[in-house]
RNA sequence: GGUCCCUUCGUCUAUCGGUUAGGACACGAGAUUUUCAAUCUUGGAAGACGGGUUCGACUCCCGUAGGGACCGCCA
């Protein structure tokens, strides 16, 4: 290595190492909330440090294992910028090297085939449990004479986890955690197909992955206690584990679909941005002092383990709405459309062409799109406020718009429709400028006007500046629109 | 039940023994306004409880209560 000290690492900034994270997923459904969160803090430490942010499918377990899922989770990474290096690791493609380790645990003696059945095991748990006792598996295979092994019978391997002392996890997050080694039974690390087990598979890829930092949800702390056993026993060094606080739905309790434990598809479809979507996610549990937006390189930049909290956090929609809302109106324009045509098919509040913008309300929208993304808080928003583009003659008054187009204002808006035909230039300002000289001929404030046209135009109460939309919408539109309130 | 973890405004959080306990979201009031927003001003709102340690605790220690996670030949 000829490495030249450079500047940056002799000064006060701390030159980190470059570490490797990684993301293991197990492919039983979609990316939900909180795995995204775990993939953007191992994706941010990465980048963080210059280091490299693997994937792995956690998918030794055939029978639960999906294509599809495999699918959602990536493309759900990938929706949030979280790109990963290299290809994803699939683990059950490395079995034979977990049975290699297994056996090599085996002959070292620091694990043992064991037969105790299926039926042995639930036998002796529900005695424990009816006499309220921990149950722990005390295998009588533990001590015997590997020649004594029986034949014919498949049998497991199981770890010959220590009985006495105790097994200390040292995590960034939630600091020095000590297990007593009696309460931690034997488990098993291969089962009798000869296929491994979650806690072996997980040791033996990190340690062959060469990652550096393990960080993932608390309820792998425990976990965290039988790996680091199967570490010393393999003599290989222990990573960092960082053990981050789950997501609670807004009530406290646990996450369940009925409080948002969504998809992040649902979320994009629903019109949540990426970008939004981090900034949220990584306020959740982890702060850097009072700042709340980050762009994506203070996000990089500032991230670290250290200030992560290990208190659970609450989801809290209308915080993301507001962090989105914010990502919405600094986000260009066109991305916002092409953002809005993704998901086109997936509205069904609205009344949208499915197939896609035709060219002129795409140009509309465009040009509507500076008063939209100002009253939004998500894409659906978006579409919601521009729906008087979509919408055909005759158009349909809701009851408020109705109430507005009363006799008096149909007076005024017939008045307004003769100014209209004559007016040279059709834009906003010549249109507004129009309708005030109009009110202030009438003695009249110019809401009194602007209303029964907002309502006579775009059928409803509210709306995006009612100029704009007229000058969007066009003379001859605005026209047929306005003279059907009067017939 | 056992083991482990957590506990500051309604929510996310700042504070790293000495602050009128700060910010953000949400909520209330006002200003502005063609509607709705946005924006600006402004208000209310917190250290679970009980003991210690200390000149001094939100901050350290112990206990209680509440919440959570894990206890599979699942991951």
């Given at each position: 290595?000829?490495?030249?000290?450079?500047?940056?690492m002799?000064t006060?900034?701390s030159?980190?190492?470059p570490?490797?994270?990684?993301f293991?997923?197990?492919?039983?459904?979609?990316?939900?909330?909180?795995?995204?969160?775990?993939?953007?803090?191992?994706?941010?430490?990465?980048?963080?440090?210059?280091?490299?942010?693997?994937?792995?499918?956690?998918?030794?377990?055939?029978?639960?294992?999906?294509?599809?899922?495999?699918?959602?989770?990536?493309?759900?990474?990938?929706?949030?910028?979280?790109d990963?290096?290299?290809?994803?690791?699939?683990?059950?493609?490395?079995?034979?090297r977990?049975?290699?380790?297994?056996?090599?645990?085996?002959?070292?003696g620091?694990?043992?085939?064991?037969y105790?059945s299926?039926?042995?095991?639930?036998?002796?748990?529900?005695?424990?449990?009816?006499?309220?006792?921990?149950?722990?598996?005390?295998?009588?295979?533990?001590?015997?004479?590997?020649?004594t092994?029986?034949?014919?019978?498949?049998?497991?391997?199981?770890?010959k986890?220590?009985?006495?002392?105790e097994?200390?996890?040292?995590?960034i997050?939630?600091?020095?955690v000590?297990f007593?080694?009696?309460?931690?039974?034997?488990?098993?690390?291969?089962?009798?197909?000869?296929?491994?087990i979650?806690?072996?598979a997980?040791?033996?890829?990190?340690?062959?992955m060469?990652?550096?930092?393990?960080?993932?949800?608390?309820?792998?702390?425990?976990?965290?206690?039988?790996?680091?056993?199967i570490?010393?026993?393999?003599?290989?060094?222990?990573?960092?584990?960082?053990?981050v606080?789950?997501?609670?739905?807004?009530?406290?309790?646990?996450?369940?679909?009925?409080?948002?434990?969504?998809?992040?598809?649902?979320?994009?479809?629903?019109?949540?941005?990426?970008a939004?979507?981090?900034?949220?996610?990584?306020?959740?549990?982890w702060?850097?002092?009072?700042?709340?937006?980050?762009?994506?390189?203070?996000?990089?930049?500032?991230?670290?383990?250290?200030?992560?909290?290990?208190?659970?956090?609450?989801?809290?929609?209308?915080?993301?709405?507001?962090?989105?809302?914010?990502?919405?109106?600094?986000?260009?324009?066109?991305?916002?459309?092409?953002?809005?045509?993704?998901?086109?098919?997936?509205?069904?509040?609205?009344?949208?062409?499915?197939?896609?913008?035709?060219v002129?309300?795409?140009a509309?929208?465009?040009?509507?799109?500076?008063?939209?993304?100002?009253?939004?808080?998500?894409?659906?928003?978006?579409?919601?406020?521009?729906?008087?583009?979509?919408?055909?003659?005759?158009?349909?008054?809701?009851?408020?718009?109705?109430k507005?187009?009363?006799?008096?204002?149909?007076?005024?808006?017939?008045?307004?429709?003769?100014?209209?035909?004559?007016?040279?230039?059709?834009?906003a300002?010549?249109?507004e400028?129009?309708?005030?000289?109009?009110?202030e001929?009438?003695?009249?404030?110019?809401?009194?006007?602007?209303?029964?046209?907002?309502?006579?135009?775009?059928?409803?109460?509210?709306?995006?500046?009612?100029f704009?939309?007229?000058?969007?919408?066009?003379?001859?539109?605005t026209?047929?629109?306005?003279?059907?309130?009067?017939v």
């Open positions: 290595m000829q490495k030249k000290p450079t500047r940056t002799a006060t900034e030159a980190l190492k570490v490797v994270t990684r293991a997923p197990s492919p039983t459904g979609y990316l939900h909330i909180g795995g995204a969160r775990t993939a953007l803090f191992n994706w941010l430490y990465a980048q963080h440090t210059g280091g490299r942010f693997l994937l792995r499918i956690e998918d030794t377990d055939r029978a639960r294992h999906s294509s599809e899922a495999v699918a959602a989770i990536l493309d759900g990474l990938k929706w949030l910028g979280l990963w290096d290299g290809e994803p690791l699939s683990q059950f493609g490395r079995a034979a977990h049975a290699e380790v297994a056996h090599a645990l085996l002959s070292s620091k694990a043992y085939r064991c105790l299926a039926e042995d095991l639930a036998q002796a748990r529900a005695k424990a449990e009816a006499e309220k006792r921990p149950f722990a598996v005390r295998s009588p295979w533990r001590d015997r004479d590997p020649a092994a029986l034949t014919g019978v498949p049998g497991v391997i199981r770890f986890a220590p009985r006495e002392g097994t200390i996890v040292h995590d997050v939630q600091g020095r000590v007593q080694n009696k309460e931690l039974d034997d488990l098993v690390i291969l089962r009798s197909d000869g296929t491994p979650y806690n072996l997980v040791v033996v890829d990190d340690h062959d060469a990652v550096t930092h393990v960080l993932r949800g608390v309820d792998h702390l425990t976990n965290a206690a039988r790996q680091s056993q570490y010393s026993a393999m003599d290989w060094e222990v990573p960092v584990f960082g053990h606080p789950l997501i609670h739905g807004a009530d406290g309790a646990k996450l369940s679909k009925r409080h948002g434990a969504l998809g992040i598809e649902a979320y994009r479809s629903l019109g949540y941005l990426p939004a979507l981090k900034n949220y996610l990584v306020r959740l549990g702060s850097h002092g009072d700042a709340e937006i980050f762009p994506l390189e203070k996000m990089i930049e500032w991230f670290d383990l250290t200030s992560l909290g290990r208190s659970a956090a609450r989801m809290d929609f209308a915080k993301l709405a507001d962090t989105n809302a914010h990502y919405i109106r600094e986000a260009g324009d066109s991305e916002l459309i092409a953002r809005i045509e993704a998901i086109l098919p997936e509205l069904d509040t609205v009344a949208v062409p499915k197939s896609g913008l035709d002129t309300t795409r509309q929208l465009l040009c509507l799109m500076p008063d939209l993304k100002l009253r939004a808080k998500t894409l659906r928003e978006i579409v919601e406020g521009a729906e008087c583009l979509f919408m055909r003659r005759p158009i349909a008054l809701d009851d408020k718009a109705a507005l187009v009363d006799a008096e204002a149909k007076k005024q808006i017939a008045a307004l429709v003769t100014r209209f035909t004559d007016v040279m230039q059709w834009d300002t010549t249109l400028a129009q309708v005030r000289v109009h009110a001929a009438g003695g009249l404030k110019l809401g009194k006007l602007a209303q029964p046209l907002r309502a006579a135009i775009t059928g409803k109460s509210v709306s995006p500046p009612i704009k939309v007229m000058e969007v919408l066009g003379r001859e539109e026209l047929a629109r306005l003279r059907a309130v009067l």
